[in-house]
């Protein structure tokens, strides 16, 4: 019989070698050394994939978890759950995970009965309202935490409050390797008799080689020998976005500096044996790193508890391990301070190798033998302390607990009503429809689902083209002598008005926000923050209240990442107080709307207020967007307690009957985006039930029991007449379809990764 408090199997979650990343590195390392001081506990790896098609895994990899999809971590859950795993060993870093701020494992936290023991690979000083939010969550629902340094541990107990008694501090660990004359290895290399400085790992930017190349004409006089090797290819991540531009930056800037006989760049990822040797031949180890915010480097420990001497900037990690002694500091960004430390260190040698000595000699204690029992320790507490809350009751949910299941998002149909010049606005049946042309509306629109799903992590190269597309379009049809956008285009490419609409200007505003915000997603951010700054100020003079709304909404996208431009924020106010004013002159107790009239995209009157009201910390703002958005719902809801928006033929005016026919797709989308800011706004659940409600009309819940969207073509149809469905797909119906979907997606992983547990 089992006995209740052994551990006999450990999970490890996280990157995972062949992967190539520090994370996929310290988890392998972690796991071997546990497997082999523990060889009686099965240790087997959850890894986290970048790469749809995951990495040729070893045999201890038993499940795997796609980064972007939230229903993997619910089953990796499960599984674990099945097999019995007593207890889950996590690798956390912000960077590995789906949604904002890696917030998906949270989801997957949630549902486990095992203790959790998480390894904080960052923890930040100035986290963002996101970052923060999910630290707060992981370090709840962890049974401990592990930091690898006392300042680490500083930030988790003062900026995050963090109970003491959970918090367990384990170096990073290292190989172990003798003492040994960096002479014995230089051969292997061919740099016997020289001066070896080294850094390796993944190269990115924020390394800062490039002030150790300045540093060297300076060494190079007084140690003609000198070489110094970078080993380790570039990131990953920075290949697929930038390529090779920053290594071959490097190279320039040492030809530049006529130092190239002197440098070699190892581009490759090495095995830790062959790494070992490199650090076995280093005479002083550099890593001159950029900032501060480093609270971990595994390749410092790794160089540090070799034996190697090092000089390095005052990042956190290397302000705690080079005290007393054991390195050498220098200030950020200070070229002349490398130099001048790595000079005093190679004249001085035996206060080389006595830094070298008390790095040693520190460094067992950081040995991945030990450091595995340091673990093992934390593993053993967290099953006490589990044992001594008690277990978490099955994760079986009844229907009313779970998500409603969404339709599996489908692009087929945008991508066929797309070309080369953008999309176009009509569909004949499933077909475009050419003869109609293009039109500005859907074009920011399409670019507006295609930065939502870049959001969510669901971008291909495919959309990411597309995207750009779309953004052409929006700079072509921007007329720099008026100020304003263009709205229809003919097939041939002839622009068929002298201006667009107001609301065609709020669109377009509100679609080069979004491209403001999402840094990183695109090569078209400062063309869009270029656009934006010359479209805003006509906003000033718009008397559509749909336009001011569209606008006001890319305003707060465009303001998440600009928020100092003072002209941004004074058209925010000046739109918001029209909105207001407009609310008074038409309200009445019985008439709770901003127009004599209930047209059109109705409910983005009241998401511009919410929105704006929340970011503008306006609690009347916020009040009356609330209050006129539960009127909207109220009257756009049927006998049968289905969603019914006011019909395109005729709308609702005032003390007249309203138009039940033709609903129009726009106005479910609307209605679901305005309900799932009024849930963010409230934190009240009746806000997620409208947007599902609203969101349900798409797909048969509405007045004729007949579903709109087209799981065939992954397209929507145009409407919903009194007695049939339009069979057409135009890119409107479609693009509302799937923004709705888009929000519905990011929602549920909301809900799933910060729903709070009851009684809390």
């Known amino acids: ?170 170096p990073h660990g ?68 930038e390529g090779e531009a920053y290594r071959l930056s490097l190279e320039r800037l040492a030809k530049d500096l006529g130092v190239q006989k002197h440098v070699v760049f190892f581009n490759r990822f090495v095995e830790l044996e062959e790494l070992m040797r490199f650090i076995g031949a280093c005479d002083i180890y550099l890593t001159p790193y950029l900032t501060e915010a480093q609270i971990t480097s595994g390749t410092l420990a790794c160089a540090f508890g070799a034996g190697n001497a090092v000089v390095s900037t005052p990042y956190w990690h290397a302000l705690e391990l080079l005290s007393a002694d054991r390195g050498k500091l220098v200030p950020f960004k200070d070229a002349k301070a490398i130099a ?55 994760p079986i949910k009844t229907l009313d607990e779970q998500p409603g299941q969404l339709p599996e998002l489908k692009l087929d149909h945008l991508f066929r009503m797309s070309d080369s010049t953008g999309i176009f606005q009509h569909a004949s049946f499933t077909v475009p429809n050419f003869a109609e042309g293009y039109c500005t509306d859907d074009n920011a629109r399409a670019l507006v689902l295609a930065m939502m799903l870049q959001r969510l992590g669901l971008g291909s ?21 008026r100020g304003r956008f263009h709205n229809f285009m003919s097939f041939d490419r002839r622009w068929l008005d002298e201006v667009g609409s107001e609301d065609c200007q709020g669109q377009a505003l509100w679609a080069l926000g979004l491209c403001v915000a999402q840094a990183g997603q695109g090569s078209f951010q400062r063309l869009a923050a270029e656009l934006f700054e010359l479209a805003l100020p006509v906003a000033a003079e718009f008397t559509s209240p749909r336009a001011w709304a569209f606008t006001l909404i890319g305003i707060d996208e465009y303001l998440r990442r600009l928020s100092g431009d003072r002209r941004a924020n004074q058209i925010r106010e000046s739109l918001t107080a029209k909105l207001m004013q407009r609310y008074a002159d038409a309200a009445t107790d019985h008439w709770q709307w901003f127009e004599e009239v209930v047209s059109y995209a109705n409910a983005k009157l009241p998401h511009a207020m919410i929105l704006s009201g929340r ?54 989308q609307a209605t679901v985006s305005a309900c799932i800011e009024a849930y963010h706004a409230t934190d009240d659940v009746f806000w997620v039930a409208e947007a599902r409600r609203a969101f349900e009309w798409f797909l048969g819940r509405n007045d004729l029991g007949m579903a709109l969207y087209d799981p065939c073509t992954g397209g929507c149809r145009d409407g919903l007449h009194m007695d049939r469905l339009s069979q057409n797909q135009g890119a409107e119906s479609t693009l509302a379809f799937l923004l709705a979907l888009a929000e519905n997606q990011a929602l549920q992983n909301t809900l799933a990764s910060f729903k709070e547990p009851p009684g809390e």
């Open 340 to 394: 001048n430390a790595v000079v005093a260190l190679l004249r001085d040698e035996p206060l080389r190798h006595s830094m070298r000595k008390n790095a040693y000699k520190l460094g067992r204690d950081m040995v991945w033998s030990r450091v595995a029992q340091l673990y093992e320790n934390s593993f053993e507490q967290a099953r006490r302390d589990h044992s001594f809350v008690g277990s978490k009751s099955s």
């Open 615 to 668: 970011c503008m910390n306006d609690e009347a703002m916020v009040d009356l967007g609330l209050k006129t958005l539960r009127w909207l719902v109220g009257i756009q809801t049927s006998e049968a307690g289905s969603f019914r928006p006011v019909g395109s033929n005729g709308f609702y005016p005032r003390g007249k009957e309203r138009a039940l026919f033709d609903q129009q797709p726009i106005e479910a």
């Open 1 to 170: 019989m089992r006995e209740p408090n052994a551990i006999r199997k450990i999970a490890f979650l996280g990157d995972y070698m062949p992967r190539k990343c520090g994370i996929a590195t310290f988890t392998t390392d972690l796991r071997c050394s546990v497997a082999a001081e523990f060889p009686g506990v099965q240790c087997l790896v959850v890894p986290v994939n970048d790469l749809k098609n995951g990495y040729n895994y070893p045999a201890e990899v038993r499940f795997e978890i796609a980064e972007q999809d939230l229903s993997s971590y619910l089953r990796a859950a499960d599984f674990l759950n099945i097999t019995e795993v007593d207890v889950l060993c996590l690798q956390h870093e912000f960077g590995i995970f789906g949604g904002q701020a890696g917030s998906h494992v949270l989801a997957m936290l949630r549902e486990l009965r095992m203790p959790i023991v998480t390894t904080l690979h960052t923890v930040l000083r100035e986290p963002n309202t996101e970052q923060r939010r999910v630290m707060r969550d992981l370090i709840r629902l962890s049974t401990r935490l592990v930091v690898m340094s006392k300042r680490g541990r500083e930030f988790l107990l003062e900026v995050y409050q963090a109970p003491a008694a959970k918090v367990d501090l384990i």
């Open 174 to 241: 290292i190989p172990n390797m003798p003492f040994a004359d960096p002479n014995f290895f230089k051969d292997e290399f061919g740099v016997a008799g020289k001066q070896v400085l080294l850094t390796f790992g993944l190269l990115s930017p924020n390394k800062g080689i490039e002030y150790a190349l300045r540093a060297l004409p300076e060494m190079i006089r007084e140690f003609p020998r000198i070489v110094y090797i970078v080993v380790g290819q570039t990131h990953p991540n920075l290949l697929r976005e």
């Open 461 to 481: 190269p495919r959309l990411n083209g597309r995207a750009a597309t779309y953004a052409a379009f929006l700079n072509h049809a921007f007329d720099r002598a």
